[in-house]
Every structure is written in C-alpha cells, then in structure tokens.
C-alpha cells in the first residue's frame, strides 16, 4: 500500500471510529450530551483531531445518515440488476422492500438519528452524486415506467418524496419499537409494502 492510499485508509478508519463512538454515547446518553470532548475520551485522542474531521456534532450525525443512504442506494440498485427481468411494480415492491431492510439492518445508526432530534435526512450532500446514483432518480424512473406501461395510476410529481417519507417512516418504527427484531419481522415488511403497491396499481375506473 503506497503513502497515499495509506493516508486515505487511516482518515477513513478514523472517521469510523468517530461515527461509532458518537452512534454509541447517542444511543446511551442522549444527543444533548453528546460533545467532541466525550468522542475524542472514547476513542483516546484530543477534540482536536475530532474537529480535523467534523466542524460539530450535527455533521456527524449527517454523515451516519449520509453513509446509511449509500448502503440503501447500493443494495437497492443490486437487487434491481438482479431482477431486471421482472415487471415494474415486482421491481417497485423489492425497492421497497430494499429500502427498511437496509435501514434495520444498521439499526443502531438508524438510533442514533432518531434520537438525534435533528432534521437529519437520508441523502448525500448536494452536488455529491450523479443522477443515475440518485435514489430519488431511481425510484422515480421506475414509477414513470410503470405509468408508461398503464401499470400505474397517474401519479404526482412529489409521490416519490412521499413514499420515501413512509417507508422512513415505517423503518423507523420498527427500529424504536425493535419490530425488526421479532419472527414476524418479514411477513410485516411484505404486508406494508404490498399496501404501498395496491395505492399505486391501475385499479378500475382510473383515467389512463
């Protein structure tokens, strides 16, 4: 490993014990008592090299949603690449799917910036990703086929927004209420996204 490659490797392992360490005492005391101080004790260095790499607190906890975003977007776009064979509203209802099981499956993230209490959301920076990385984008594109193919009803402008905010919203429930942890966990998901699906489906009487 060249000097370079090193470098980038030591800051992004720093960077992951700071998002962990602050997950952990956000989980356990509260954001309110979360500090630089209290980061930099956990992980035995000064605030110092803690604000080398965030300005404040808020930052940190925009880049645990920052980083949980890029694990729904990347297992969302591998399980459309799976099932591209499949008809729109199949693709619809395994994104969905894709999208809660990707937040409960980094649970203790999804704790922390709950607990937050900040408007922390799930999207990268601005201007930090292409079109055909955006989740919004893919969701969007699949909506618009489904429209193209009389599949799904006429749908507004601002439904992809919508439906992102349900499934966050399901998602972290779950995780407050530790749903994703019982043996019905699967059977819930399956059953909420279906319902999302049928308020999509072309029913009869719907203008085409």
Do not use: C
Not at 31 to 54: E, F, H, Q, V
Not at 95 to 116: L, V, Y
Not at 180 to 193: F, H, I, K, M, R
């Amino acid at each position: 490993m060249g000097t370079r490659a090193r470098h980038e490797y030591e800051k992004e392992n720093m960077r992951k014990l700071i998002l962990e360490s602050a997950t952990k005492i956000i989980i356990e005391e509260g954001y309110d008592n979360l500090s630089m101080r209290k980061i930099a004790d956990a992980i035995d260095y000064s605030p110092t090299t803690i604000y080398i790499y965030y300005k404040d607190k808020a930052q940190i906890v925009g880049d645990i949603s920052r980083q949980i975003y890029e694990k729904i977007v990347f297992n969302i776009k591998k399980v459309l690449e799976e099932n591209k064979g499949i008809s729109i509203d199949n693709q619809l209802e395994l994104t969905f799917r894709e999208f809660i099981i990707s937040i409960t499956n980094n649970s203790e993230m999804g704790k922390a910036i709950i607990r937050s209490g900040t408007s922390a959301i799930f999207g990268p920076e601005e201007g930090a990703e292409s079109p055909e990385e955006n989740g919004i984008a893919i969701l969007q594109t699949l909506l618009l086929k489904g429209q193209q193919q009389s599949m799904l009803r006429k749908l507004d402008n601002n439904v992809s927004w919508m439906l992102i905010t349900a499934l966050l919203g399901f998602a972290m429930n779950a995780i407050e209420n530790q749903l994703y942890l019982g043996a019905n966990w699967p059977e819930l998901v399956s059953v909420y996204t279906k319902m999302l699906m049928n308020g999509l489906l072309t029913g009869e009487g719907d203008e085409m």
